[in-house]
């Protein structure tokens, strides 16, 4: 396993993402990517695409997935390490951040370590 690789998955275990979920595989790879300096912005027609061909999944697929991992972390995770973590990016009506902000403040932190 490389080390962005490893990286990524220990931080989203950190948070209480269940990594039974396939959004927690792609989280962890989209993450790795952005870690390696590889473009993933606009999500949907970069980092998706890019985990679209590396899996074989579609797009639509591969964004529900990983939203359904971040809304199961907030449901089963260390509220406070999530507050604490993302507390500036809550999408005030959902109480949890939408998949960007969760991916672009996820690989801040990570990139800090």
């Known amino acids: ?3 962005n690789e490893l990286k990524a998955k220990k931080y989203l275990l950190s948070l209480g993402f269940a990594p039974n979920l ?6 962890a790879a989209l993450l790795e990517l952005a870690l390696d300096g590889d473009q993933i912005l606009p999500l949907k027609f970069s980092g ?9 999944v579609d797009v639509a697929s591969i964004e529900k997935d990983i939203q359904n991992a971040i809304s199961s ?8 390490v999530l507050y604490r ?5 809550l999408d005030e009506n959902k109480g949890k951040p939408t998949n960007k902000q969760f991916v672009l403040t996820a690989a ?3 990139r800090e370590y």
């Not at 973590?85 to 990016?89: L, R, S, V, W």
């Open 85 to 89: 973590e993302f507390g500036e990016t």
């Open 73 to 80: 972390a907030w449901l089963r995770g260390d509220v406070d």
């Open 108 to 110: 801040e932190r990570l």
């Open 22 to 27: 396939k959004g927690y595989k792609l989280l």
């Open 48 to 56: 998706y695409k890019t985990l679209s061909d590396r899996f074989d």
């Open 1 to 3: 396993m490389k080390e």
